[in-house]
């Protein structure tokens, strides 16, 4: 158990829905990331906070994408008006600034499944 | 965009043998991490090397750092039924990182 936890786990939704996912990192970690995994593929870099500043987006988080961590503690990734192509592993990682190394915690992530 | 490729995508062993991955990069890296995911969980940080190391030991994993070649390998030895799994090396410069697309590892016990 890594400590990180998200919700849903799995999301079912009918395209053109909005959907929400959580995550919870460990709790004195500052650093907070969100990637995208498809089937056979690694994960790939979508955003991350510093606290509650996003300091950095990914040219694959389209406008119809935001995310938020407006307290620096838990963040939430919206989808607004989700595709087909939206379904994917969205997996959230946490880690401590002060590591310099940048060891990243995963969460279980949450599947979605745009049908 | 994905950085590292891992090689191969497939491998099965029988318990008891080694089994090695490879990973080739292309930017210059801070640090090569490897992951590991069981199927539809969430990735478990391995180990970690920094880019002025060549060679580093944890358990029974031994992970090698080629900066010229840009090139990695993880090698876990003595492997079991529970080492199965998907591997992913990951490449990290300043505050990016980078995933491979991973190499399925099969133990058959």
């Known amino acids: 158990d890594t400590g990180v936890s998200q919700n849903p786990r799995h999301k079912i939704t009918k395209r053109g829905q909005n959907v929400t996912f959580r995550c919870d990192p460990i709790?004195?970690?500052?650093?907070l990331y969100w990637y995208r995994q498809t089937l056979g593929q690694g994960p790939e870099f979508l955003t991350y906070?510093?606290?509650?500043?996003?300091?950095?987006k990914s040219r694959l988080l389209s406008d119809r994408f935001s995310a938020e961590r407006p307290k620096g503690s838990f963040s939430t990734l919206e989808i607004q008006r989700t595709e087909q192509g939206d379904s994917a592993m969205y997996l959230c990682?946490?880690?401590?600034?002060?590591?310099?190394?940048?060891?990243?915690?995963f969460g279980p992530g949450t599947r979605l499944t745009v049908l | 965009s994905q950085q590292g490729e891992e090689d191969p995508q497939a491998l099965s062993i029988q318990e008891g043998e080694n089994a090695t991955m490879n990973c080739s990069y292309k930017t210059s890296i801070n640090n090569l991490q490897w992951y590991r995911q069981n199927s539809g969980r969430g990735l478990v940080h391995l180990i970690l090397i920094r880019s002025n190391e060549r060679e580093k030991h944890s358990g029974r994993l031994r992970v090698t750092l080629d900066t010229s070649k840009k090139s990695s390998s993880l090698l876990i030895t003595a492997s079991r039924a529970a080492d199965t799994a998907s591997y992913f090396c990951?490449?990290?410069?300043?505050?990016?990182?980078?995933f491979g697309a991973g190499t399925r590892l099969t133990v058959k016990p």
């Open positions: 906070f510093q606290n509650e500043a996003q300091l950095e």
């Open positions: 990682a946490s880690s401590l600034r002060a590591q310099p190394y940048n060891e990243q915690f």
């Open positions: 990951a490449t990290v410069n300043n505050n990016d990182m980078r």
């Open positions: 709790s004195e970690h500052n650093r």
